[in-house]
């Protein structure tokens, strides 16, 4: 006789592996709750940096206009007296107070775009 298996005869399955369910012990003192992603811990505020926030940025933007046109103003100011000592040499120097005046007003442009980009509109969003 021949040996033949038949073909219901399967081979066993292997058993999963049980792992254990442990929990972590909840501590009363301490009150966590989950926002998003990550537990923190008190995430409430006033608001106040909302209305802090952007007068700050402006009043760093005026600070950062104002002070170089207070002190380039009078140097160009003093530049058209004919009196002064450059003009009595011979040897203007107004266009130099006007150049850079003008660099100062670009380069404060630029930075204070940027600044309110930054801080306004994410101070806007949060309402």
Not at 97 to 102: D, F, N, Q, S
Request: proline fraction near 7%; charged fraction near 15%; aromatic fraction near 8%.
């Amino acid at each position: 006789m021949s040996d033949i298996t038949s073909a219901s005869e399967t081979p066993e399955a292997p058993k999963k592996a049980e792992t254990p369910v442990t929990t972590q012990p909840k501590s009363d003192g301490e009150h966590r709750q989950a926002y998003g992603t990550a537990k923190t811990e008190n995430l409430r505020d006033n608001g106040l940096w909302r209305i802090l926030l952007p007068a700050f940025v402006l009043v760093c933007c005026a600070a950062l206009v104002a002070v170089p046109l207070i002190i380039l103003t009078p140097l160009f100011v003093g530049s058209l007296d004919p009196k002064s000592a450059a003009n009595v040499a011979h040897f203007p120097l107004t266009w130099v107070w006007i150049v850079l005046i003008v660099l100062a007003i670009s380069i404060a442009t630029i930075v204070i775009r940027g600044l309110v980009k930054i801080f306004m509109t994410q101070a806007g969003n949060y309402r």
